[in-house]
């Protein structure tokens, strides 16, 4: 006999705030990984930078050499208004002045997703559509996600004042420099929760908010290279609300009012605006497609690169704006660099003690990193059309596992190559109308050439990762982020030999400070080959996840 439960009497009582506890709790649980990882991983890089602080520049004059670069508009551009960079110099105004900014971009990375992942995405797979067939208040989910976001914007703030006040940070200023932060970090979860209503596709929602921020980005480099200590036009960005603080300087609270203020009224109007359209819909409709696919659409390739090309097309246009900003500023800051003194200076000069080359090897090596992030991005997405039940329909056709991730795998190799070498040529078209040195424009490409094995083993490594397991992912960025930090810092740090070696691009040779030899570059194509082959073969026997 078989018992059956008696279906739970919904009721019409409740506010529209019904549930919001429950799915609060539900939100933490699922998050208890994820979460986490994203503040520690943030306010661990504020001891980090301390330490190197400490090995790299013992004294004041060593720290007044180096600050003496980031002057004039380099230090508009890099890292904000630049308060504290001359006679109050510190550790702390020099932390403040140029690396708080990454600070706020990583917080406003984490709130971002935080609440795409919580709304748009829940609505997008049809689970928030279960979550409301039981008693749920209208605004629960919202208002669930937004509690999260506070809480996770405070865990931040506790953690980042921890760290410096570690270092014996002054309690106000090192108050202020947490707040900013996470009010910043508010701010940015408030525009998701605004932009999330717009569309019905995540990925859009994600995409709105991010142009918000990197449009922000823009005007506040502009705003702050017009003026000493920025301009009115850095002001209607929300980085000046809290770089306009003068932590360690001339503290001042009120600038984050502003951003309470922008955050509140953001979070109000996101909540207005998902009171005027319907469950899983946008405010804005969806464009209708083609009732029939392209004819180019009919292999695993032109689907994969239909997937990729608009993440293409973005990461080219920011990597050839970089590559032209970096090659525009070599020779200045290579002027700026000829008095620096100690272990620095002897690593930009790229042990040749050439400031030029080994200046622009470093940026070489940026843009390897940056195009290894594109490439970690593109596998993650064949793992979220795996995820989001897309694939499925595709291996119901006459198309393998193997010829399907095979296709995305190729495509983004090829771009990634092409990316990069994009990327270091047009920094060495300004770099050589800026020298008048042409043959730097060969030079930084055939460099973004010799880099493109080391490249394709992140992309080997990630595909291997993912066909084992596609929760192992997140393994390849740990190797990516270390892999860069060794780059710029190894040596410095006095890495050991053996914890060098984990970066893919330890055995490239540095072209043109020295020579290329073809023994690791080949070494270097067959790891690749191993490792995407392994993952090939590994998704082709495995299961595919739904979550």
């Given at each position: 006999?078989?018992?059956v439960a008696a279906p739970v009497a919904r ?196 995409g709105i908010a991010g142009a918000v921020l ?69 405010l804005r409709a969806t464009r209708r497609g ?258």
């Amino acid at each position: 006999m078989t018992t059956v439960a008696a279906p739970v009497a919904r009721t019409d009582h409740g506010s529209a705030l019904t549930g919001t506890g429950t799915l609060l709790r539900f939100m933490l649980r699922r998050d208890r990984v994820r979460l986490p990882a994203w503040i520690v991983g943030i306010s661990i890089f504020v001891p980090y930078f301390f330490t190197a602080f400490q090995t790299l520049f013992p004294s004041a004059t060593e720290l007044a050499e180096v600050a003496a670069f980031t002057t004039g508009p380099m230090i508009g551009l890099l890292g904000g208004p630049g308060y504290g960079l001359g006679a109050e110099l510190t550790y702390f105004t020099f932390f403040n002045a140029i690396y708080v900014l990454y600070f706020m971009l990583a917080a406003a990375a984490m709130n971002i997703l935080l609440v795409s992942r919580h709304t748009r995405v829940e609505e997008q797979t049809g689970r928030a559509e279960l979550v409301r067939a039981n008693v749920l208040g209208r605004h629960a989910a919202l208002a669930a996600t937004t509690i999260l976001a506070v809480a996770s914007n405070v865990a931040l703030f506790v953690l980042v004042l921890a760290g410096l006040r570690g270092f014996d940070a002054p309690m106000s200023g090192a108050a202020l420099v947490a707040a900013g932060i996470s009010v910043f970090g508010l701010v940015f979860a408030a525009v998701t929760i605004t932009a999330v209503q717009i569309s019905e596709y995540s990925r859009v929602a994600s995409g709105i908010a991010g142009a918000v921020l990197g449009g922000a980005f823009v005007l506040r480099a502009a705003g702050d290279l017009i003026g000493d200590h920025g301009s009115a036009l850095s002001w209607i960005t929300p980085f000046a609300w809290s770089q306009q603080t003068r932590a360690f300087v001339d503290e001042r609270w009120w600038p984050l009012l502003i951003s309470l203020t922008a955050a509140v009224a953001l979070t109000i109007l996101g909540f207005v605006l998902s009171t005027r359209r319907d469950l899983g819909a946008g405010l804005r409709a969806t464009r209708r497609g083609h009732d029939r696919a392209r004819a180019w659409l009919s292999s695993p390739v032109a689907l994969a690169w239909r997937l990729h090309r608009d993440s293409v097309r973005g990461w080219a246009i920011g990597l050839i704006a970089g590559g032209l900003i970096y090659g525009s500023t070599a020779q200045p800051l290579a002027d700026s660099f000829q008095d620096l003194s100690g272990t620095l200076g002897q690593v930009l000069a790229g042990g040749q003690g050439d400031l030029l080359t080994g200046y622009l090897n470093m940026m070489v090596v940026m843009m390897v990193i940056a195009t290894a992030i594109f490439q970690v991005l593109a596998v993650s997405k064949v793992r979220t059309e795996e995820t989001d039940g897309r694939t499925e329909p595709v291996l119901a056709t006459a198309v393998s596992k193997q010829r399907l991730l095979g296709a995305h795998l190729g495509v983004v190799a090829v771009a990634g190559v092409v990316l990069l070498v994009l990327s270091t040529a047009s920094m060495g078209l300004t770099a050589a109308a800026g020298t008048g040195d042409w043959s730097l424009l060969g030079e930084l490409t055939v460099a973004g050439l010799v880099y493109s094995p080391a490249l394709l083993v992140v992309l080997g490594l990630a595909a291997a990762l993912y066909g084992l397991n596609p929760r192992l992912l997140g393994i390849a960025s740990a190797v990516l982020a270390f892999s860069g930090l060794a780059a710029f810092f190894g040596e410095m740090m006095e890495l050991p030999e053996a914890a060098q070696a984990i970066s893919p691009w330890h055995y490239t040779p540095t072209y043109p400070v020295e020579s290329v030899t073809a023994l690791p570059l080949v070494v270097q194509l067959a790891v690749f080959t191993g490792l995407a082959a392994t993952g090939i073969w590994a998704f082709g026997r495995r299961d595919l996840r739904s979550v």
